[in-house]
């Protein structure tokens, strides 16, 4: 069974810009959430799709938004770029038991705004 | 609101025991553990739900105070293998709407 993937793996953006990341979940998981590490502060939660409708959402500004296809594939958008954006971005499917279930991630994109 | 994770980090020789903190200041539908290798994906360890159930792995304990809001992940004679930053999840009832928040993560080296 394939794993989480995320496309592109790294992504290099000047301030101002906006991004696309993508996400494809496990084969038969309809949950995806997003997540955004940089050192010293873990994994920082910004939302979480299920059936095409955001769930939850984390406590980021709106530049950062999300969507999810039928397929529960998933994209997270983030504009306006600023330079406190740099960070890995990681994406997780899970089937939807919520609490009773593991995340799945994937390798992450790592993002770097200058 | 994140959970607290004690130690930071901590460095210890091959076979050595180790114990990680999870702390959280509301009360939790479950805890989840993870290991983060450098450059790699988080990866599942375990899950302690509240009422007792423990998911997960074979080598590694853990355990799941529900009235003091904390659970503690015990590596017992520690192999190189085990190095890595440990994070704790916890979800909190949320009517449905359960999200996994996260620790800051807790380095764990392995020397020989």
């Known amino acids: 069974k394939a794993g989480v993937t995320q496309t592109p793996r790294y992504l290099i953006k000047t301030r101002g810009q906006q991004v696309t990341l993508s996400c494809s979940p496990i084969?038969?998981?309809?949950?995806v959430s997003w997540y955004q590490q940089t050192p010293g502060q873990g994994l920082q939660f910004l939302f979480e799709?299920?059936?095409?409708?955001?769930?939850n959402k984390g406590n980021f500004p709106g530049r950062f938004s999300g969507r999810q296809f039928s397929n529960s594939r998933s994209e997270m958008n983030v504009s306006t770029l600023e330079l406190g954006d740099s960070a890995l971005y990681l994406c997780?499917?899970?089937?939807?038991?919520?609490?009773?279930?593991?995340?799945?991630f994937g390798n992450g994109t790592r993002l770097t705004v200058t | 609101q994140q959970p607290v994770q004690s130690p930071q980090a901590v460095i210890l020789r091959e076979g050595e025991d180790a114990v990680i903190n999870c702390s959280s200041s509301?009360?939790?539908?479950?805890v989840h553990w993870y290991r983060q290798k450098h450059g790699e994906a988080p990866v599942f360890l375990m899950i302690?739900?509240?009422?007792?159930e423990q998911k997960g792995h074979e080598k590694i304990s853990a355990s799941f105070n529900e009235k003091k809001q904390q659970s503690s992940l015990y590596l017992t004679a520690s192999q190189l293998s085990y190095s890595g930053t440990y994070f704790c999840g916890t979800e909190t009832p949320n009517f449905g709407n359960e999200k996994l928040t996260f620790g800051t993560g807790t380095r764990l080296t392995i020397i020989p």
């Open positions: 509301k009360a939790l539908y479950s």
């Open positions: 997780a499917s899970r089937i939807p038991d919520t609490y009773n279930s593991p995340l799945h």
């Open positions: 302690l739900l509240k009422g007792g």
């Open positions: 799709y299920f059936s095409e409708t955001q769930r």
């Open positions: 084969s038969g998981h309809r949950s």
